[in-house]
């Protein structure tokens, strides 16, 4: 008991201390951290502007500058705005808590609250149709070169180009014979011819009704991909919605790391593997500005130019999963990619078709793309498993695994708006939430200690201890709270002094039929308890259907009614129990007990219905008053 009443106090803590306003800076750069040459230039551009600051400091993901208001912190934004808002450098309103470093280091921080209670960060994301339907020829482009080398139509290439997707044939008969099989197995294609010379080309674009549900699938699964970044993020109770026909509305409440929830909200990281063209003549032709045809100008992580085929072999559409890790032999970081069964069986094919070239990985960000590693194909890769690597560190391969796992965005994505959310609901009605809490509990703590006397102070310890424990355990969690979770925490005060009302009663019907007080503790806590465990698990059930079928605020009130239903139990039994062993447990001939006046038929009745045994006394019923 006093384990865990210790440790409710240590992870309760941190939300009596104060959070101020800040602004961070970081680098869009994952490999690039914030060092203390950064920190001098952000605290000497405050100072050019007069802007008084609490403390600045350098953490894992940038610097951070603390200040006093939240004007003060609007106004040193806009000035770090103008000296850092270059494309390598973000900088985004913060929040940072008094917390001790050594409760930090333990897991202990506060709770997070929600935008009706706290605000938090309102994000307003545009989606490039334009970037959608080029990643829908890509898809094609892969899904037709599959399709002709299965029907064995041979042909000189397909490549994307633009929206639209180019195939050529050494003649006529092979371009007929594949406009007939594509229309057969793509009735959304609209497909035409265009010759050159010796060249048969036919180009299929998407026909206007497959192109609006490109777009409106684009606008979906970049929702879906959102909330699953979010998720990774840890941010409870997010607004994740469609704005219009080409925007996403993204509200984060209680976000403490902005920066880094916009960096990753603004990532595209769409994964591509292409063979490189190793032609040294062509590498010197491109340098010289004249790429050749169906090939793309790269650059590696150290800048050195290098030529790939536009061909893409394989896109991120095909990840099943992506986990951060080292390699096997140089333990550098890595990510670990697992595809699904047809990239698996595409990546084979590859693989063992080009033993002794070079593939690359290309990660492509905002319209950016950059080769992370160019290995040679050593031998065939099956199994579905490749590992990443090649100038990452640890940091910036957790970042590139979760944007994997999370999910490709269907098409690119810019942030147009970006704007913190002051509490929605007023500093009034969050007042008087927590004022109805505080004033519900103090109520009910003066009642049940005027009704049960010395019985009610320790039914009122086990309930101050139950919300203590309920608050810890949310702050442990990390959870957010809003005004349906103080609801909640309100409930759970009225439900767990239930279980005390049930354990003092039955010791006072213990004591009216004549138990003495040991035996009239005893036989309390026992028999209620079974009673206790039945009208918890049905409200336990209750708050499990509201977690399942609900949504948005209700889903957290469920999460804070069951938890509290869980604390509730611990504390109304086990604490009360130890806090009564504490007070009465010592005395060996206890005669009574301070539970209030307890009412009890008269000697008369007693002795009627039940025959005290030979020398047995039957207690006065006033000396359990």
Sequence with gaps: MVFAIVLGALYSAPNLFPIDPAVQVSS?????????VLLGQVKEALDVENIVYEEGFVDPVGVKIRFKSEDTQTHAKDVLERKFGEENYTVALNQISDVPGWMEKIGAKPLNLGLDLRGGVHFLLEVDMKGAMEKAADRYATDLRTFLRNEKISNRGIVREGDTVAMRFTDAGMRDRARDRIRQAHPELILSDQSSGDEWRLVARVNPDEVRKVQESAISQNIVTLRNRVDELGVAEPIVQQSGAERIVVQLPG????AHAKEILGR?????????????????SALRGRVPYGSDLFKDR??????????????????????????????????????????????KDVTRENVGKRMA?????????????????????????VQISGSMTSREANDIALLMRAGALAAPMEIVEERTVGPSLGKDNIERGFKSVVWGFAALILFICMYYMGMGVIAGISLSVNVMLLVGLLSAL??????????????????AIDSNVLINERIREELRWGASPHMAISAGYERAWATILDSNISNLIAGLALFIFGTGPVRGFAVVHCLGIMTSVFSAVFVSRGLVSLMYGRKKHLEKISIGQVWRPPVETLAANFAAPDGAKINNPKENN
């Design 302 to 347: 150290d800048g050195t130019p290098i030529l790939l085929q536009r061909q893409v072999v394989l896109t991120g559409d095909r990840i099943n999963d992506a986990q951060p890790g080292f390699t096997d032999t140089t333990q550098e970081p890595a990510v670990i990619v697992r595809l699904d069964s047809a990239g698996s069986r595409i990546f």
């Design 478 to 495: 990390q959870a957010t709270l809003t005004l349906p979770g103080i609801a909640a925490i309100a409930l759970t005060i009225g439900i």
């Design 361 to 385: 990985i290309v990660l492509v960000e905002k319209n950016k793309a950059e080769v992370i590693t160019a290995p040679v194909i050593r031998e065939e890769i099956g199994g579905g498993r």
């Design 28 to 36: 869009t750069k994952s490999a690039t951290k914030g060092d203390e």
């Design 268 to 284: 595209t990281a769409s994964l591509e593997i292409r063979m490189v063209n190793d032609d040294a003549a062509a590498l010197e």
């Design 255 to 258: 976000v403490q790391d902005t």
